[in-house]
């Protein structure tokens, strides 16, 4: 790992790390889709790879506006969630239990986002580039509320129809 030895030094690094990630998310998310039996999940999932492609585009505005690269950088933590994705897809079970595991898996997936923008958003503030702290808070709104979705679905409906089985 490269030298990290000021804030914005640490600033770069996460925004390569979270960078990386959305694009490994990009990936992932169709194949959920595919492996989802209900189709409101599955449109979620859909959905979320539209914002997810927009999160890289606000990413690569950023570096843009740093004159920085964007690669250089594997998440290395969003390899194992989305390893954890791909444990639920092959998971041996009825299709509501694989949609239980799925959204599990996907909330992990938003937890770390959300913690990994706040973050950004954070040090952006501090260093004052204010047109960074505007796009990362933007996604960090679109994270939580793609979180909340996970969890309205999973209590009205997955979750119920999970344990039915």
Same mark, same amino acid.
């Given at each position: 790992m490269p030298s990290q030895k000021t804030l914005d030094d640490l600033f770069i690094h996460e925004l390569r790390d979270i960078y990386n990630a959305e694009k490994q998310l990009v990936k992932a998310l169709p194949k959920m889709a595919k492996a989802a039996?209900?189709? $409101? !999940?599955?449109?979620? @999932?859909?959905?979320?790879?539209?914002?997810?492609? *927009?999160?890289?585009? $606000? !990413?690569?505005?950023? @570096?843009?506006?740093?004159?920085?690269?964007?690669? *250089?950088?594997?998440?290395?933590?969003?390899?194992?969630?989305?390893?954890?994705?791909?444990?639920?897809?092959?998971?041996?079970a009825e299709p509501p239990v694989r949609d239980a595991g799925l959204i599990a898996a996907a909330q992990k997936v938003e937890h770390y986002e959300i913690a990994s923008y706040g973050t950004l958003a954070t040090f952006a503030e501090l260093l004052g580039h204010s047109e960074a702290v505007e796009l990362l808070q933007q996604t960090l709104a679109e994270e939580k509320e793609t979180d909340q979705k996970l969890t309205q679905l999973a209590e009205s409906e997955i979750n119920q129809e999970a344990h039915a089985r």
């Open positions: 039996s209900s189709e $409101r !999940l599955q449109a979620g @999932f859909q959905e979320h790879l539209q914002q997810t492609q *927009g999160h890289v585009d $606000r !990413l690569e505005t950023i @570096f843009e506006s740093l004159e920085v690269k964007g690669s *250089g950088v594997k998440c290395a933590a969003m390899e194992g969630l989305v390893e954890e994705g791909a444990e639920a897809i092959d998971m041996d």
